[in-house]
Each structure stands twice: as C-alpha cells, then as structure tokens.
C-alpha cells in the first residue's frame, strides 16, 4: 500500500522560512514524478510545485515562483519543499503527490495524480 507522510509545517512569522518533507513508502519512489499543492480554507486546491522522477527539472507555481525550491531524495524516498520569504497568502495545508511517470515529465494538474498524502499545515503571521 502506498503512503505519502508529509511534515515540517508549522507557524512562521512572514519572511520566515520552513522546510517540508514528504516520505513515500509502498512504492517505487524513483520512478514517480512529485508535485506539492495547497489548500487554503474556502479555495480550491492550487499547485505550488512538481519534479521529475530524476530530479532534473522542476515546476512552480507563479505564487510562488523565486520562493520556494521542490528537491528530492530517491536514496530516501522524500521529496522536500523549501519555503523561504513566506507571506500570509502562503497560509495553507500544503499536500505532497505522486504518479507513476515513464518519462522526463512534471505534472501540474491535481487530477494528474494518483496518490496523496494527508497534509501538512502551514501558518503564517503577519
């Protein structure tokens, strides 16, 4: 059975920075692409962030573009999310995903996965 374990959020005062993991277990992680999305309440989901299954080329979302790095580790099956220069507008559960992927690819749409974690949430102050 595949599960996605996110952690690192928290609250942070804006300027602040946070790092979040995602474990992936039950699967071949190496060969999954990885994208991060967010929810804030009353919005729909938004994607901040994808990487390749090698790691060589990364996505982001405008929001967030410039701020926050997606990186992964297929020696540890994690796939991190660095948050730097937060904004209350970045307050939000943040959700790590993952599909299979046969090829170079990142996925932005969230209907383009197939498994997800249970979500980390992330405060920030003013």
């Known amino acids: 059975q595949v599960q996605l374990v996110e952690s690192g959020g928290g609250l942070v005062q804006a300027g602040g920075s946070l790092t979040l993991s995602c474990v992936v277990s039950g699967g071949t992680f190496s060969t999954w692409a990885m994208g991060w999305f967010r929810q804030a309440p009353g919005k729909e989901r938004e994607f901040v962030a994808a990487?390749?299954?090698?790691?060589?080329?990364?996505y982001y979302g405008d929001s967030v573009k410039g701020r926050f790095t997606i990186v992964r580790d297929n020696a540890k099956n994690t796939v991190y999310l660095q948050l730097d220069s937060l904004k209350p507008e970045d307050t939000a559960v943040y959700f790590c995903?993952?599909?299979?992927?046969?090829?170079?690819?990142?996925?932005?749409?969230?209907?383009?996965?197939?498994?997800w974690g249970q979500g980390t949430q992330v405060t920030v102050s003013s």
């Open positions: 995903a993952a599909r299979p992927s046969t090829g170079g690819y990142y996925y932005w749409g969230a209907y383009e996965y197939e498994f």
């Open positions: 990487i390749t299954w090698r790691g060589d080329r990364t």
